[in-house]
C-alpha cells in the first residue's frame, strides 16, 4: 500500500483517479484511500445488453484511456493492470484509471527486472506469458489495444482460461513471432511454447467490419513485437482519432444507471440459476434433489478460486526490497484537507501526520502521530530483515 500511495501521489491527471486522503479506522489499525465516487466502470457499461456504444464514444473512451497512460508513463509509471473494470466512469462520461495495486516504478534508462505474474490475462501481451521480466510501456499498450477491439466488437476478443490457451489465441490473432525476434528476446519460456508451424497474422480479416481508422491502431497496439507498439502519445494521434466521426465531448456521452463489472456478474449469475431451475422442473427433478447456488456462495467460491483472467498476482522487482530506493522516491504533495463523516462523527483527514485511530475522541489518552514516509521507512526495514 506504501508503494500504491506514493505512486498515486505523482499523478495528477483528469483521467487518472486522483487519491483524495488518507482515513484511519477507529475499529482496527486499518488504513483506508479515499477517493472520489465513479458511477460506472467500462466493463459494466460494455456489458449491459442495453447498451451500444457508437464510434464517436468508443473514441472518446479510449482517448481518455491513452491520456490517461500517456501522463503515467511520462512521470515513469507503469499500470500493469489495464482493463474495463480498472477504467472508472462518472455520468459527466469523464473515465478514469483506477486501481494501482499492480503498478510500479520503472526507469526506461535503468530497467529492473520484475515478475511477469501480471496484467489480467485477457488483457496480458505475449512478452509475459513468455516469462519476461523486462519490459516498459508496451505491456499497458497492449491492453489499450484490447480494450479497443473489445468496444468495437462488443465482447472480448481473447477468452483464454489458462496461460497456454491465452498464448495460442494471442498467435492465432496476431501471428507468431518472427525468427529474429525469438533470438533477440532470449525469453525464459520461448522453447516451451513456440509453435511447431507459424501462424499468419489476420487482425485485419477477423475485425473487418470494424471502422477501417481503427484497424491501423489495433495493428500497432497489438504488435507482438512491443518495440513496435510505440507510445501513448504516437496512439493519440492515429488516424482513428483525427477522422470523422470525431470523439464526441465526455459531457455529451449517455447517463445511464449506475453499472459495474459486479452488476453484470449478478446479471450472469441470476440467468444461470434461473437456467438451472428451468432444466431442473422440465426433467421432473424432485424437490431438493438440486442446490442452487446463491450470489454469496457463488462470491465466496470466486474470492477463494479467481478466475483466470483474474489471476494477476502482485510483483515487485527481483532480487530487491519490495519498495522502491528511496532516492528514486517522487517528492511529496500535499493533500487537501477535508473533513469525512464516519458513523455521524468527524473523522479528520489529511496531508500531515496521521491521528492514531486510538486517540480519536479519547481526551485522556495522548495523541499519536504517524507520518506516511515513517510508516513505509518501517516496513522496508523490517522486510530487509526478513
Not at 483517479?17 to 479506522?25: D, P, Q
Not at 489495464?82 to 510500479?104: M, P, Y
Request: net charge positive.
Amino acid at each position: 500500500m506504501a508503494t500504491e500511495i506514493l505512486i498515486l501521489r505523482r499523478l495528477d491527471h483528469p483521467n487518472v483517479v486522483k487519491l483524495e486522503g488518507l482515513v484511519t479506522s477507529r475499529m482496527s489499525c486499518s488504513l483506508y484511500l479515499v477517493f472520489v465516487y465513479m458511477e460506472h466502470d467500462l466493463a459494466g457499461l460494455a456489458a449491459s445488453p442495453s447498451i451500444k456504444f457508437t464510434e464517436p464514444q468508443v473514441k472518446c473512451y479510449v482517448q481518455q484511456l491513452l491520456s490517461g497512460l500517456e501522463h503515467c508513463h511520462d512521470r515513469g509509471v507503469l499500470h500493469r493492470d489495464i482493463k474495463g473494470s480498472n477504467l472508472l466512469i462518472d455520468n459527466q462520461g469523464v473515465l478514469r484509471i483506477a486501481d494501482f495495486g499492480l503498478a510500479s516504478f520503472f526507469d526506461p534508462n535503468h530497467k529492473q527486472p520484475t515478475t511477469s505474474r501480471v496484467v489480467t490475462l485477457w488483457y496480458r501481451p505475449p512478452e509475459l506469458l513468455l516469462g519476461a521480466t523486462y519490459y516498459d510501456v508496451g505491456i499497458d499498450l497492449w491492453s489499450a489495444g484490447c480494450i479497443l477491439a473489445e468496444l468495437l466488437a462488443g465482447k472480448p476478443i481473447m477468452l483464454g482460461r489458462t496461460e497456454v490457451e491465452q498464448l495460442h489465441k494471442i498467435f492465432k490473432l496476431c501471428g507468431s513471432p518472427s525468427e529474429e525476434y525469438w533470438k533477440r528476446s532470449k525469453l525464459p519460456h520461448a522453447t516451451i511454447f513456440k509453435p511447431q508451424q507459424p501462424y499468419k497474422r489476420c487482425i485485419a480479416e477477423t475485425f473487418k467490419d470494424f471502422p477501417p481508422s481503427s484497424l491501423p491502431l489495433i495493428e500497432t497496439l497489438l504488435a507482438i513485437d512491443p518495440a513496435e507498439r510505440q507510445t501513448a502519445t504516437a496512439a493519440l494521434s492515429a488516424e482513428f482519432f483525427t477522422t470523422e466521426p470525431f470523439a464526441c465531448e465526455p459531457a455529451s456521452l449517455p447517463q445511464y444507471p449506475p453499472t459495474k463489472e459486479m452488476d453484470a456478474k449478478l446479471r450472469d449469475e441470476e440467468a444461470w440459476r434461473l437456467r438451472v431451475a428451468g432444466k431442473a422442473n422440465a426433467g421432473g427433478m424432485k424437490k431438493g434433489k438440486w442446490r442452487l447456488v446463491t450470489h454469496a456462495n457463488a462470491k465466496s467460491k470466486s474470492e477463494k478460486f479467481p478466475p483466470p483472467h483474474q489471476d494477476g498476482a502482485l510483483g515487485f522487482p527481483l532480487g530487491s526490497s519490495h519498495y522502491m530506493d528511496p532516492t528514486f522516491l517522487p517528492p511529496d504533495v500535499p493533500f487537501s484537507s477535508t473533513t469525512f463523516t464516519y458513523q455521524k462523527r468527524l473523522v479528520q483527514n489529511w496531508s500531515g501526520p496521521l491521528i492514531d485511530s486510538t486517540a480519536v475522541g479519547n481526551p485522556r489518552r495522548k495523541k499519536k502521530t504517524t507520518d506516511v514516509a515513517q510508516v513505509s521507512a518501517k516496513i522496508q526495514s523490517k522486510d530487509s530483515q526478513k
